[in-house]
């Protein structure tokens, strides 16, 4: 007995003691493993959160009633494109979560909608939806400047208003071949001036017949300020309904978090709104490479809605979540194989070199990602248009 009790030091206790504690986090750490579980993050609203439920105005361009109809009638009227087939509506189309469900889209000459859609001249980027573009460059803190938000995969330029306008001067997505570049403002003014409704609906909205392009993008860009979807699961669960996500999807944002996609997936659209560079690889249907600006680098997308707008990525060359997750897994493992033959590992940006990715987090975080679909926002498509062309343009084969 003595020399049992020998052994019971205060030192030996404490040493006892320690490993004891070593080997209950070990056994911990094993069991969150296998069942899948990740440490919960804390302050979550810090790093993402709920859309307002309202899109943010410009003061420049107050909406009202008639302005709005009158951007959904030029929304989805041909008479914007050179020869009268396409509409903004034909790759932004609300059955397809006003995107087109293309890699790239297809313009002018095109026949069809979507998956179906036919032609020779593409476009030489992904079709970002519509839905929720008023929110662009909204921060955490819910501030946002409607006329600093960034558009286009390259944040070429800032607004709705800026935005509506440029699809119009582009010889693959609206132009043509039939139009000069320098002749597109001027010919689309006098169709609509010609047409007797559309001097009406100005009218009505502005308080004056006169045409003008300015008008052209304020009316749009007032009707995509009501295409908004701010009631996901993840935007329920964040004011307080903790039935809106299963305990999957709990669990994947916490994944989300822990392994660091919220770096650049953050806020309540869920992007930084900057410019990155991934090295997803050329899509084989483009003549030539697309290095963005130069370095590769394009937005942030949102991850909103993302059921309802695959493919995925600058050029759609990713075709589900899963592709994009193992994407990014082999970027985290400084795996070269997948990324653009024109950029080294070194190239792609820290943020994504950085992810702790691997195949546990996968499933969870894809959950998690679907909790952010929100498909109730406005599908409504007009049954004509005051030009009396196809609505949509050439949408049905």
């Not at 003061?59 to 494109?81: C, T, V, Y």
């Not at 979560?97 to 026949?111: E, K, Q, T």
């Not at 916490?254 to 410019?275: K, R, T, Y």
Request: glycine share 6%.
């Amino acid at each position: 007995m003595d020399k049992i009790k020998s052994y019971i030091t205060p030192r030996n206790l404490l040493i006892f003691n320690i490993i004891l504690i070593i080997l209950f986090f070990l056994f911990s750490c094993v069991v969150d493993e296998e069942e899948g579980f990740f440490d919960s993050v804390t302050e979550i609203e810090n790093i993402i959160s709920p859309l307002p439920e309202y899109s943010p105005v410009p003061d420049s361009n107050e909406m009202s009633a008639e302005k709005i109809d009158l951007g959904r009638q030029l929304f989805w009227d041909p008479i914007l494109s050179g020869s009268k087939d396409v509409a903004c509506a034909t790759c932004h189309h609300p059955d397809k979560g006003y995107a087109d469900a293309l890699d790239l889209s297809i313009g002018v000459g095109g026949i069809g909608l979507g998956e179906q859609r036919i032609g020779n001249i593409i476009a030489g980027r992904n079709a970002h939806t519509v839905v929720n573009t008023a929110f662009n460059g909204i921060t955490i803190n819910n501030q946002v400047n409607p006329l600093d938000a960034p558009m286009f995969w390259d944040n070429r330029t800032m607004s709705l208003e800026a935005q509506a306008l440029l699809p119009l001067l582009s010889k693959e997505e609206m132009r043509g071949v039939t139009i000069e570049e320098n002749q597109v403002y001027d010919i689309i003014i006098n169709r609509l001036e010609a047409i007797p409704q559309y001097k009406a609906a100005f009218q009505d909205a502005f308080g004056t017949e006169e045409i003008t392009t300015d008008k052209i993008a304020k009316a749009i860009a007032s009707f995509e300020r009501t295409l908004i979807a701010t009631n996901s699961p993840f935007d329920r669960y964040m004011r307080g309904d903790a039935s809106a996500m299963t305990d999957q999807q709990v669990n994947g944002m916490n994944a989300f978090i822990n392994v660091g996609c919220a770096e650049c997936h953050g806020g309540p659209m869920f992007s930084d709104f900057q410019l990155h560079t991934l090295g997803v690889p050329d899509n084989p249907k483009l003549p030539e490479t697309d290095a963005g600006t130069g370095t590769y680098a394009f937005r942030t997308p949102t991850l909103r809605n993302l059921s309802l707008t695959a493919p995925y990525m600058h050029n759609g060359m990713h075709t589900s979540l899963e592709e994009v997750m193992d994407f990014y897994e082999e970027i985290s493992e400084g795996d070269a194989d997948m990324i653009n033959t024109h950029l080294s590992i070194n190239n792609i940006d820290p943020l994504a070199r950085d992810l702790d990715m691997d195949d546990d987090v996968t499933d969870a975080i894809i959950a998690f990602m679907k909790a952010l679909n929100d498909p109730n926002f406005n599908r409504t498509i007009p049954t004509n248009v005051p030009s009396g062309l196809l609505v949509g343009g050439h949408i049905n084969n």
